[in-house]
């Protein structure tokens, strides 16, 4: 069974740090693009930060670029989101996704597995 396991949220002050895990089972972790997704309430889920297969290559959207940061283990099935300097409109659902094959994947469309997500809640 193809699954993704999301840990780490929770509630943080503006200014703070939280590192999301994103642990994968039932697939052959380094041959997917993984990607991580937030969705603030009443708004559409968006991209947040990818990451190639052999961790080569990440993009960002702009809002986190120099605060947020992606890696993988692909020893451990792991993709990591480490946050830096919170603020508050970071408050989200973040997912974690994974795309078969390659290329830098920033649309929803493009993933094939999704995570059930975890709650970070930033507090001004």
């Known amino acids: 069974q193809v699954q993704l396991v999301e840990s780490g949220g929770g509630l943080v002050q503006a200014g703070g740090s939280l590192r999301l895990s994103c642990a994968a089972s039932g697939l052959t972790f380094g041959t997917y693009v993984m990607g991580w997704f937030r969705q603030a309430p009443g708004k559409e889920r968006e991209f947040v930060a990818v990451?190639?297969?052999?961790?080569?290559?990440?993009d960002y959207t702009d809002s986190v670029k120099g605060r947020f940061t992606i890696s993988r283990d692909n020893a451990k099935n792991t993709v990591y989101l480490q946050m830096n300097s919170l603020k508050s409109e970071d408050t989200a659902v973040y997912y974690c996704?994974?795309?078969?094959?390659?290329?830098?994947?920033?649309?929803?469309?493009?993933?094939?597995?999704w995570g059930q997500g975890t709650q970070v809640t930033v507090s001004s």
């Open positions: 990451i190639s297969r052999n961790a080569y290559s990440t």
């Open positions: 996704a994974a795309k078969r094959g390659y290329g830098s994947a920033t649309r929803i469309s493009e993933y094939d597995v």
